[in-house]
């Protein structure tokens, strides 16, 4: 599924706000070659959402912990998707991509083999109950990820009280109860 121009417009307006330093110009995406080269290394197809956004952005400094991008030649990333994968291997042989940090230690995934529904949504892997650690269910895809993440990285408000809001949840995320085998943060 493809972001539409006014959302795709909204998260590149976002992420020139919330990059950090302030002021710092936003990074810019990846190309197909490199995309490719990753999904050749790692033996992980990235889903075309996914690639879209890297294409946008291969990484960012924002929020507390920051969005994830594959190393490539040309440039460093803040945190590499295969650093994490040095850490937890596990995740690489589930083809879960890890997006980005909380800034506490736990990790926001995509999924890549549909295992929860048809569909890539992403999901915090709670640290504190590691190893299996809990899953909750933050969006559907990564649009509605990268504008939630995004939103809460320039508010002054705290942004994720909506998560354990279930009206206030489907409400901006219609689609986020599609999916099983995670659990609901209103419900946790």
């Not at 912990?65 to 460093?76: A, S």
């Not at 109950?129 to 895809?141: D, K, L, W």
């Amino acid at each position: 599924m493809s972001t539409d121009p006014v959302e795709r417009s909204r998260i590149r307006e976002l992420l020139a706000k919330a990059v950090l330093p302030r002021g710092k110009p936003a990074p810019t995406g990846i190309s197909a070659d490199e995309l490719k080269a990753f999904s050749k290394r790692t033996g992980i197809q990235v889903p075309r959402p996914l690639a879209e956004w890297l294409e946008i952005a291969n990484g960012a400094c924002v929020s507390a912990g920051g969005l994830f991008g594959i190393y490539t030649k040309r440039k460093h990333v803040l945190t590499g998707i295969e650093e994490i994968y040095d850490l937890h291997p596990e995740w690489k042989q589930r083809g879960w991509i890890p997006l980005a940090s909380d800034g506490c230690g736990n990790y926001y995934i995509m999924p890549t083999a549909q295992e929860f529904g048809r569909g890539w949504p992403v999901f915090l892997f709670d640290m504190a109950e590691a190893p299996e650690g809990s899953r909750y269910i933050v969006a559907s895809n990564i649009w509605k990820f990268l504008l939630w993440y995004l939103e809460m990285s320039i508010s002054d408000e705290y942004l994720s009280g909506w998560l354990f809001d279930r009206d206030q949840a489907t409400q901006r995320d219609p689609d986020l109860e599609t999916f099983e085998g995670l659990a609901m943060p209103w419900d946790a």
